[in-house]
């Protein structure tokens, strides 16, 4: 079974960039047909997916951070991270990383426990 563990820095100043790594185990980040993504959730407010990463290697953004966001994978390393630059205050969020099997869309898939990060100076 796939397992992901978030991990970066919990407090992030404004106009810096927020890195965040996600380590995967039980499954291979470019197995066919798996993508892997960032979601987040600002206290208060729903989940936001952000952007995935593909098997192929492929990434793919929502139009808000397409500008911020940056999504890699490490494939010696087996795991993926979220860059996102120029933050500020409304980036404060719960971070997670996800796993889906584009094969099996009635998959809810596989989630870390989430991170915490918060943008303050």
């Known amino acids: 079974q796939v397992q992901l563990q978030e991990s970066g820095p919990g407090l992030v100043k404004p106009s810096q960039t927020l890195s965040l790594t996600c380590a995967v185990s039980g499954g291979s980040v470019t197995a066919n047909y798996y993508y892997w993504s960032w979601i987040r959730q600002p206290p208060g407010k729903g989940l936001e997916w952000m952007g995935a990463?593909?098997?192929?290697?492929?990434?793919y953004y929502i139009p808000s951070l397409k500008s911020r966001a940056s999504i890699s994978r490490d494939t010696s390393k087996n795991q993926f991270t979220l860059q996102l630059s120029s933050v500020t205050p409304e980036d404060t969020a719960v971070y997670y990383c996800v796993k889906w099997d584009g094969s099996r869309w009635w998959d809810f898939g596989s989630w870390g426990q989430g991170t915490q990060v918060t943008v303050s100076s």
């Open positions: 990463i593909a098997y192929s290697g492929n990434t």
